[in-house]
C-alpha cells in the first residue's frame, strides 16, 4: 500500500518508487444528494459497489476527487469518483494519472451509456467519446482516448422527443429499479474480471 496516497493532500513527489503501475477506476457521476438516484450516477454505484466488495474506503478528496487504495488481486488500485461534475470529469482523471505518473492506458471508466438498452454492458480498451460528456472531457484531459472504459446502458428505448439532458438527470422508472442491483453488481463483477481474467476474457464474458 502506497503511504504517499493516503495523505490528504499529496503532490507528485510525495508518492513512493513504483506509483506508475497503480490502476485507477474511475465512475463517473454527478456529487450531491440531488443526483444520487439518476440515471447519470450510475458510474458512481458501481464504484461504490466495487468500495464495498474490495474493503476500500473512500475517504480522500483531493485531485478534484474522492477517492480510496487497496488492491484487487495483485493489482495496487485507486478507485476514484469526480467531484468535478460529469462533464468535466478530466479534471479528475488527468489529475490523479499526473499525481501517480501513470498514462491514460492505466485508467479504467465506468461510464453510463444512452445508446444501450438498461443494464446492457460494452467494455472496451479505448475508443471515441460517443456523445458521452464525461469521455470526451478525459479524453480532452488527458490527451488520449486510449483508456479503458465499461459502459453500462441506462436506456436505448427512452421516450422520443424527451430532452437527452432530463432523461439523463431523471431517476430510473419503477421497472427498473428493481432490475438495478443486479445491474450494479454484474457490473462490477465486469470490471474484476478486467484484472482478474484479462480485458479479452472479460469482454467475451460481458458483452452482449
Given at each position: 500500500m502506497a503511504i504517499g496516497l493516503r495523505r490528504r493532500r499529496v503532490g507528485p513527489r510525495s508518492l513512493p518508487a513504483g506509483a506508475s503501475t497503480w490502476r485507477v477506476v474511475m465512475g463517473l457521476g454527478n456529487p450531491g444528494r440531488r443526483y444520487r438516484?439518476?440515471?447519470?450516477?450510475?458510474?458512481?454505484?458501481?464504484?461504490?459497489e466495487l468500495a464495498r466488495r474490495l474493503g476500500i474506503r473512500l475517504r480522500q478528496r483531493s485531485f478534484h476527487a474522492q477517492w480510496g487504495t487497496g488492491k484487487v488481486g495483485m493489482e495496487e488500485l485507486i478507485l476514484a469518483k469526480p467531484l468535478t461534475y460529469v462533464n468535466r470529469s478530466g479534471q479528475a482523471a488527468s489529475g490523479l494519472l499526473e499525481?501517480?505518473?501513470?498514462?491514460?492506458?492505466?485508467?479504467?471508466?465506468?461510464?453510463?451509456?444512452?445508446?444501450?438498452?438498461?443494464?446492457?454492458?460494452?467494455?472496451?480498451m479505448k475508443g471515441s467519446a460517443g456523445g458521452h460528456k464525461g469521455l470526451r472531457s478525459i479524453a480532452e484531459s488527458t490527451g488520449s482516448h486510449g483508456f479503458a472504459r465499461?459502459?453500462?446502458?441506462?436506456?436505448?428505448?427512452?421516450p422520443g422527443g424527451e430532452d437527452l439532458a432530463d432523461y439523463v438527470l431523471g431517476e430510473f422508472e419503477?421497472?427498473?429499479?428493481?432490475?438495478?442491483?443486479?445491474?450494479?453488481?454484474?457490473?462490477a463483477d465486469a470490471v474484476e474480471?478486467?484484472?482478474?481474467?484479462?480485458?479479452?476474457?472479460a469482454m467475451n464474458r460481458f458483452n452482449r
Open positions: 438516484g439518476t440515471r447519470h450516477n450510475l458510474g458512481y454505484r458501481v464504484v461504490d499525481a501517480t505518473g501513470g498514462g491514460a492506458q492505466r485508467l479504467r471508466v465506468i461510464a453510463d451509456d444512452v445508446n444501450l438498452e438498461v443494464g446492457q454492458l460494452r467494455l472496451r465499461l459502459r453500462v446502458g441506462i436506456g436505448a428505448d427512452r419503477r421497472e427498473e429499479q428493481a432490475r438495478l442491483d443486479g445491474i450494479i453488481s454484474t457490473a474480471a478486467v484484472f482478474s481474467e484479462g480485458m479479452a476474457a
